[in-house]
């Protein structure tokens, strides 16, 4: 069964300012990215316990998940498993201090 995606708007943004960042250098690079994290969606939407727990302190962020989107290993997606939908938290770049930002949340 395909579960909805709702996308949060933090995540709606990273996504924003990934493509802008990436789009500086390269455009073409930018466009594939936008479209591999609709690709990456869509896959966790039929498939959305292929991502890994992901284990924080918060105990409002128990049960987040996170997987990679396809082709930008090094920008991963978290987000919660529901019974009806698949609720993205944020799009973030490995790089960054992943467990500051995440402990922001909710």
């Known amino acids: 069964m395909t579960k909805w995606i709702i996308i949060t708007p933090k995540a709606s943004l990273d ?3 990934h493509f802008a960042y990436i789009a500086q ?8 990215f936008f479209d591999a994290v609709r ?20 105990p409002r962020l128990q049960g987040l998940r ?3 989107v ?4 090094k920008y991963l997606i ?12 944020r799009v973030l770049y490995a790089g960054r201090d992943i467990e500051r930002i995440l ?3 909710l």
């Open 15 to 17: 996504i924003d300012e």
């Open 25 to 32: 250098e390269n455009p073409d690079a930018a466009l594939h």
């Open 39 to 58: 690709e990456t969606f869509a896959e966790l939407a039929r498939m959305p316990g292929m991502g890994r727990l992901y284990k924080v302190q918060n």
């Open 66 to 68: 996170k997987w990679a």
């Open 70 to 73: 396809k082709d930008f290993k």
């Open 78 to 89: 978290f987000y919660f498993q529901q019974d009806e939908n698949i609720q993205i938290l």
């Open 103 to 105: 402990e922001q949340e």
